[in-house]
């Protein structure tokens, strides 16, 4: 089982996650450090590439890419990304961190930072005058997702960096339930809570599968 470094709780997790923003990046940069990044062309069409994240603090993400490179062309004309980064030997047994937010140039005065953290970089640039074609980007505003397969029942838990606005995601019961305990026999990580109508499902826990709403008679589970 992978277990997520530190127990520190903060605010601002509808989950109710057990870490701060900053060690979910922490986490993302140190223990998995590959990530798949999803931009936008010109086109207005999906473009996947895997870059490696180079380093973090609490206001977000930084990596680095060649000016030269199309990838460079999407960031600086769209100024948003996303990306997921998954570790574990097996679907069973990994843990995923999806996050997304705006993204901006900051130039070549950080690039010394990310060599020294990330050493073979200077294997794939070796001297200082291939380096000019390389420079350092920020995702600095946005929201991300831990799930964590390798728990029983799964475990979930969103966060926010950069002032990036908290929305509630998901499936929620409202006050139209009359208990009739449709929605927790269908729910396949029994996370739907029926102690007290109306139900409540546990968001850590829930697969976001749409069971519960699919099953309930009287319409009373909402998706936001």
């Known amino acids: 089982m992978i277990t997520p470094p530190g ?6 997790d509808f989950y109710g996650g057990t870490m ?30 895997t870059i490696d994240m180079m380093d973090f603090d609490e206001k977000g993400l930084y990596f680095l890419t060649a000016k030269g490179k199309s990838f460079y062309d999407r960031l600086t004309k769209r100024g948003y990304m996303s990306l997921t980064a998954v570790k574990g030997a097996d679907t069973m047994t990994s843990v995923a961190i999806s996050v997304r937010g705006k993204v901006k140039e900051i130039g070549e005065s950080n ?28 995702l600095y505003e946005g929201n991300g997702e831990w799930f964590d397969l390798s728990k029983k029942p799964i475990e979930r838990a969103s966060f926010t960096f950069g002032g990036a606005e908290q929305k509630p995601e998901g499936y929620f019961i409202t006050d139209a339930c009359i208990g009739c305990e449709s929605c ?40 936001r």
Not at 24 to 40: D, F, N, P
Request: charge should be negative; proline fraction near 6%.
């Open 20 to 49: 701060n923003a900053e060690q979910y990046l922490k986490y993302l940069v140190e223990e998995i450090h590959t990530a798949v990044v999803a931009t936008v062309d010109g086109e207005g069409l999906p473009v996947t590439v």
């Open 184 to 223: 927790a026999a269908v729910c396949p990580q029994n996370c739907i809570n029926a102690e007290s109508i109306p139900y409540v499902i546990e968001q850590e826990h829930c697969l976001h599968c749409g069971n519960c709403m699919e099953a309930c008679p009287v319409g009373a589970v909402e998706r």
């Open 111 to 138: 690039l010394w930072r990310l060599f020294e953290k990330n050493p073979y970089m200077r294997d794939i640039y070796p001297t200082e005058e291939s380096r000019r074609a390389l420079t350092v980007f920020k």
């Open 7 to 12: 127990t520190k709780t903060f605010s601002g």
